[in-house]
């Protein structure tokens, strides 16, 4: 139910920036109809959740790598699907994470395909690591591209943090609309350095980035309050995003710390819980 009432309300939003559009073009003439569905919303929502997670995947993978976390004594992220290979080229080391025609995480994530991280060595405490994409597929969507990141041993608040720039392409089951995304996102880990299990990992994301549909759509994203995310959690658990849209401005609330699938949307005022998914 909470999700057919943010859908409605999403409608209306976008439906009120139609209606205020249609009528400045009256005075106006060079002003453009726009108009913007729940469905492109509900689009970029999801398209925010898939880049988080196959981020951490990625980011995990090359911690695990470098602090040795599928020993004996570490508990991995990737299970035994899991195939990774390390291959030395001059002074880079090759990351190949291989998750073949379907591998479920530890996390309970389904992905396939692999991804490719090439990284040279630690130089005044950082390291700087590309990464690409290969026929990646994340809980049934697609994943291309890449970009890098640097990352940090430890930044001014003694924590491991990467800062990331990113350039990808997801495409959606059963819709020929697919979506890039640009933008920069920092995660700072906070929680659960070195304990040897990815369980306890706590992360703090800020950023911004830009998303663009193949239909037109399109949608800036600013972290407002930081995005806090439970590697153990499927959801971000707290933060606030504020979004832009034809230069009207909204808000997504993640919420207050607990692992739920429950978000506010905010728009002129008014808040209207939904349900993630």
């Known amino acids: 139910m909470k999700n057919i009432l943010f859908r409605f309300f999403v409608t209306l939003f976008f439906g009120g920036m139609f209606l205020f559009t249609s009528c400045d073009k009256e005075d106006n003439e060079s002003t453009e109809e726009v108009n913007f569905t729940s469905d492109d919303s509900a689009r970029a929502a999801k398209m925010d959740n898939v880049a988080e997670g196959t981020f951490n995947i990625m980011e995990q993978a090359f911690v695990e790598n470098e602090t040795g976390g599928r020993g004996p004594n570490q508990l991995s992220l990737f299970p035994d699907c899991t195939q990774i290979t390390v291959s030395i080229q001059g002074n880079n080391v090759l990351v190949l994470v291989d998750f073949g025609d379907s591998c479920t995480l530890n996390n309970g994530n389904v992905v396939s395909g692999s991804i490719l991280l090439d990284y040279g060595p630690l130089v005044g405490g950082t390291y700087t690591v590309n990464y690409l994409y290969n026929d990646f597929i994340f809980n049934d969507n697609g994943v291309s591209g ?36 640009t933008g920069l996102r920092v995660s700072e880990w906070v929680e659960g350095v070195g304990s040897g299990t990815w369980l306890d ?29 439970k ?23 993640f919420g207050d710390g607990e692992c739920d699938n429950q978000a506010v949307f905010i728009y002129n005022g008014q808040e209207y819980p939904f349900i993630m998914n």
């Open 146 to 181: 890449g970009g890098d990141f640097l990352y940090e041993i430890a930044n001014q608040n003694g924590n491991p943090q990467s800062t990331l720039n990113e350039s990808i392409t997801v495409s959606f089951p059963n819709a020929t609309v697919t979506g890039t995304r």
């Open 201 to 229: 990992n706590v992360y703090y994301v800020t950023g911004n980035w830009q998303t663009e549909f193949t239909n037109g759509f399109e949608r800036t994203g600013e972290v407002t309050d930081v995005l806090v995310r």
């Open 231 to 253: 590697l153990s959690c499927p959801f971000l658990v707290s933060g606030v995003l504020q979004v832009t849209q034809d230069g009207l401005t909204a808000a997504i609330d």
